[in-house]
């Protein structure tokens, strides 16, 4: 994300500058624009002396470019003269308590600085801890259910302008929802079809799927009884400042139903700045009491243990505090809770293989921690619980460029890695490739056991028998010693060294973000230098021209 029109930088005497990084280290969709405009060599590099400025960036460790949109945008601001108020703000997902461990104090130095730069009027004053600010919007009860159903007609919207987008997703019947893990396996997997027919969709290997998740109905349910709201009302809502826009997913009129189902997050593990404006918003005190000290720098161990560590949701939460949940005021709700996020999967299927089709493999998220009730990743339950066997069932759904792309050439090599899950883009790839009659398709694919999770394993060997694909399999729970993709790279050095190094072969590399990646890198460069000779700097340097060449690629997810 990124928060301003680059029009006007050059006038601006403060900016805060808020940018996530998405990709493999790359600006999000959104500051694409942006990106390209700050970085136009003709720029003098004194465009921005009139400008403070600070960086606030949204990352996560466990990626190889840990926050480089942010770092790379603070280089480059102070380049072209700006003045840093503050070292950029490095939010990390992977830390315990989240983004809040870096910004909370991140935040308390920039507001110090910023509040010396340019002080409160003496006649306004600095709004006390304790009292909430207004709400974003106001929540106008209607005395009726409308007549007609504003809610069918928004989602299903009418002549969409062009491809379905986030705004205007297109309800893809599922077609097939399919176990592929054997039934005695811990870990569900489902291959999920849905028809495309008329959607206006279209997708290459390599792209992602977006989808948007709902809430349980007993989760819809439970909210409704503790907040005391009548899932049946309808509501519109209107924003308190003028220019406000109203979320694009809900309908106008709403029901309160459709707001938790399908816009509220629930099922999410709460930030800190959901107990401090609930601590503002409660009656009672002891729950208040509680809700300050968990809003308070000192109570951020307390707050790890109670949330974070259990994985503990908003709608318990809500249930804990029961007096304050009861006394939320409905025009805070938006304000409180975050909106569902879209979730992405990588495409698992060619529509040149599968036409007016969309596939994907999807592991359902399922775990315990201390807390009784297992925890379900909100959207891999959603889709599970979805059967087309028991009547017609609809996802929003829409499409998107991912991080992959394959060569078009005929006879390029691709060398596609991807354990578990993280194979779904290159059944797409394989597909749209031998259907191209493109040869050089060599696949490393790792699972835990050959009998319980080996996804699409008669499609592959079918392929293999008819030459058009290479296989090289790692069960990693087969023997006593784990086998990886990364122990078949390096067993297979010299064809791996030869596909890259005489014969141009593209790398690609999929799957969990936690570990693999970087085991798979080390097991790449240890293959240069074992069987291209080169020396430690070398083969990471041969790496390293690889990715900035877009031979080496890679989709991770954490
Ligand atoms: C580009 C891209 C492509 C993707 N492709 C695929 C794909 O092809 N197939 C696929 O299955 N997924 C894919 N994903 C992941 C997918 O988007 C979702 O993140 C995943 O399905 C989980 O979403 P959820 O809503 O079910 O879980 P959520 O409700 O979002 O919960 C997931 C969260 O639970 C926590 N968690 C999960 N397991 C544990 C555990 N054992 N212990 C503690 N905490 C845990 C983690 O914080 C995790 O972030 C992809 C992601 C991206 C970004
Ligand atoms: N939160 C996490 O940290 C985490 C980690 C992994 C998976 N998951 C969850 O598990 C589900 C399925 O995930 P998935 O399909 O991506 O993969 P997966 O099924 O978990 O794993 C696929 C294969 O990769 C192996 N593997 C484990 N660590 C590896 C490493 N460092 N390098 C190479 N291979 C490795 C696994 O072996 P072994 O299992 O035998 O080691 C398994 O054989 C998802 O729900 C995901 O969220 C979560
Ligand atoms: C597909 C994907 C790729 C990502 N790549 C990186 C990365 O290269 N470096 C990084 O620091 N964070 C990366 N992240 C983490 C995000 O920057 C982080 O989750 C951020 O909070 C997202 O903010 P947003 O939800 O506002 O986009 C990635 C996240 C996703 C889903």
């Known amino acids: 994300m990124c928060l301003f029109v680059e029009v006007n930088l050059i006038s601006e005497p403060l900016v805060i500058f808020v940018c996530a ?77 989240g983004p809040d461990a870096a910004i909370d104090p991140w935040l308390h130095d920039l507001w110090e600085k910023v509040l010396g730069l340019y002080p409160v009027p003496p006649d306004l004053g600095v709004i006390p801890p304790g009292v909430p600010l207004p709400s974003k919007f106001t929540l106008r009860f209607l005395p009726e259910a409308p007549k007609m159903c504003s809610e069918e007609q928004h989602v299903a919207g009418a002549d969409p302008p062009g491809p379905p987008s986030e705004q205007q997703p297109f309800l893809a019947p599922m077609v097939t929802n399919q176990r592929v893990t054997s039934p005695s396996h811990f870990q569900d997997v489902r291959l999920i079809e849905f028809d495309i027919t008329g959607s206006g969709l279209s997708f290459a290997a390599g792209d992602v799927v977006l989808i948007r998740p709902q809430n349980q109905a007993s989760h819809v349910q439970q909210f409704c009884r503790v907040l005391g709201l009548d899932p049946d009302q309808y509501f519109t809502l209107l924003p308190r400042e003028p220019g406000v826009p109203c979320p694009t997913q809900l309908p106008q009129p709403c029901s309160v139903r459709h707001l938790v189902s399908h816009y509220l997050d629930v099922a999410s593990v709460p930030r800190r700045s959901f107990f401090e404006l609930l601590a503002c918003l409660s009656p009672h005190e002891l729950e208040r009491e509680k809700l300050l000290q968990f809003s308070a720098p000192q109570g951020q161990e307390e707050l790890y243990s109670y949330c974070n560590r259990p994985r503990r949701s908003v709608l318990e939460v809500l249930c804990d505090f029961p007096h304050t949940a009861g006394a939320v005021p409905a025009d805070y709700l938006l304000d409180l809770i975050p909106p569902i996020r879209p979730r992405a999967f990588s495409i698992a299927s060619s529509l040149l293989a599968h036409p007016s089709r969309l596939q994907i493999l999807v592991a359902v998220v399922h775990y315990r921690t201390r807390l009784k009730e297992p925890r379900r990743g909100l959207c891999s339950s959603w889709l599970a ?174």
């Open 21 to 97: 990084t998405a990709g493999q280290g790359d600006p999000p969709d959104n500051m694409k624009n942006f990106w390209r405009f700050i970085f136009r060599k003709n720029l003098p590099p004194t465009s921005l002396c009139q400008m403070d400025f600070a960086v606030l960036g949204l990352g996560d460790s466990s990626y190889a470019k840990f926050n480089f949109v942010a770092k790379k945008l603070h280089r480059r601001l102070l380049q072209l003269g700006g003045s840093a108020l503050l070292p950029a703000c490095l939010g990390d997902d992977q830390h315990e308590l």
């Open 385 to 558: 619980s979805l059967d087309p066997g028991r009547g017609p069932v609809q996802v929003p759904l829409w499409v998107r460029p991912g991080s992959l792309t394959f060569p078009e050439t005929p006879d390029t090599p691709v060398i596609m890695v991807g354990p578990g899950t993280g194979v779904a883009p290159f059944r797409a790839a394989v597909q749209e490739r031998v259907a191209r009659g493109q040869t050089g398709n060599f696949l490393f694919f790792g699972c835990r056991w050959r009998d319980q999770d080996f996804y699409w394993e008669s499609e592959w060997l079918e392929l293999e028998r008819k030459g058009c694909l290479t296989l090289f399999t790692a069960f990693s729970r087969e023997q006593e010693r784990k086998v990886y993709v990364q122990h078949r790279l390096r067993e297979l050095g010299p064809l791996v060294w030869d596909l890259l190094d005489r014969r141009g072969a593209y790398f690609y590399l999929a799957g969990n973000a936690k570990g693999m990646p970087a085991d798979v890198s080390e097991a790449l460069t240890s293959v240069f230098r074992e069987e291209g000779g080169l020396s430690g700097p070398d083969a990471a340097n041969y790496l390293a021209r690889l990715q900035r060449t877009m031979r080496f690629q890679s989709e991770t997810w954490a």
